[in-house]
């Protein structure tokens, strides 16, 4: 299974943005996708996750103004990104795998700046 990410961009703050993650296939190895982030310097931190039946968790960062959704007929997740800071400006980075505690297939990363 392979993860193709698309949907980053420059926009200003405030704004808003919306990533997309297709996974090529399907079944428990992609039970929990969702998506990092990235920042060159800085760990990795968790900004969305998404379970095949709809459970999500949420980096705390960006708890009330990001929403993950998932269509599990097309195995893609989307990331509703409003209300965009600065701060938010990192790759992101898609990722799935079989269980909440268990990441096994990471995708290329797409680039999100916001402009202050």
């Known amino acids: 299974v392979q993860l193709q990410a698309s949907g980053g961009g420059l926009v200003q703050a405030g704004g808003s943005l919306r990533l997309s993650c297709a996974a090529s296939?399907?079944?428990?190895?992609?039970?929990?996708m969702g998506w990092y982030r990235q920042v060159p310097g800085k760990q990795r931190e968790l900004v969305a996750r998404?379970?095949?039946?709809?459970?999500?968790k949420y980096g705390d960062s960006v708890k009330g103004r990001f929403t993950i959704s998932r269509d599990n007929v097309k195995n893609t997740v989307y990331l509703q990104m409003d209300s965009l800071k600065s701060d938010d400006t990192a790759v992101y980075l898609c990722h799935a795998g079989p269980s909440w505690s268990i990441i096994t297939i990471w995708g290329k990363g797409t680039q999100v700046t916001v402009s202050s």
């Open positions: 296939g399907s079944g428990s190895s992609i039970d929990v």
């Open positions: 998404i379970d095949s039946g709809g459970s999500t």
